[in-house]
């Protein structure tokens, strides 16, 4: 069948990537490893530009570097929400008898991601983009529109989930999706890219930090 992949990228990261050796990761080696029997039309890849703290001051070129990687597969498409960073008291977890129970903190808050999700998906089943769609989150803020795609515009949609089964989890199960699986660790250990690339700009490389052998020592 011919079938689009949505990725919610930070869902991905934060599910299944952080702390791990595979965040170099070829979307479309794992979408066809995850999908053997379907054409992979499209991938969409929903992010947003990180921010650099001063404790991690490369983080913004990491993430342009793996962007500049996505790049070099023709039939993705990267849809970029945005970061919104913002001074805000926050009350403590165990707050003091005496002095101020709040504390004051830089709030970072991932803008866009799922909406845009949402919107393309509904956009792509209305205009019969795709005969199947395949949703890579555990955001239970997708529900309704992955229902509306697959019940108003009759696109079935499956779902795969980065991380631990979850409460999100058991929202999403509700709509019924055509299926509900996990991502195996192996699933992305296989599906790397290689460690130097190439596009219209010249060579580039993995970043010296999501090198496997790293993690191995």
Known sequence: ???????????LFYGRLKGSPCKWLNLDALARRLLPDHEIHRIRYFTAKVVSWPDDPDKHN????YLRALATIPHLN??????????TRMRLAEPPLTGP???????????????????????????????FAVVISNDADLA???????????????????????????????????????????ALVVCQFPEKLYDHEGVFRRPALWDPELWER
């Open 101 to 131: 129970a709040t504390v004051e903190v830089i709030k970072v808050e991932e803008k866009g991601t799922d909406v845009n999700l949402g919107a393309y998906l509904m956009a792509d089943a209305l205009t019969h983009d795709c005969e």
């Open 78 to 87: 990267v849809h970029l929400g945005r970061f919104q960073v913002s001074r």
């Open 1 to 11: 069948m011919l079938t689009n992949v949505y990725v919610d990228g930070f869902n």
């Open 144 to 186: 309704e529109p992955i229902r509306m795609a697959c019940h108003d515009y009759r696109v079935p949609v499956g779902l795969f989930t980065p991380g631990r089964l979850s409460s999100a989890s058991w929202h999403l199960r509700q709509i019924p999706p055509a299926f509900f699986r996990q991502i195996k660790q192996q």
């Open 62 to 65: 990491r993430q342009d570097l």
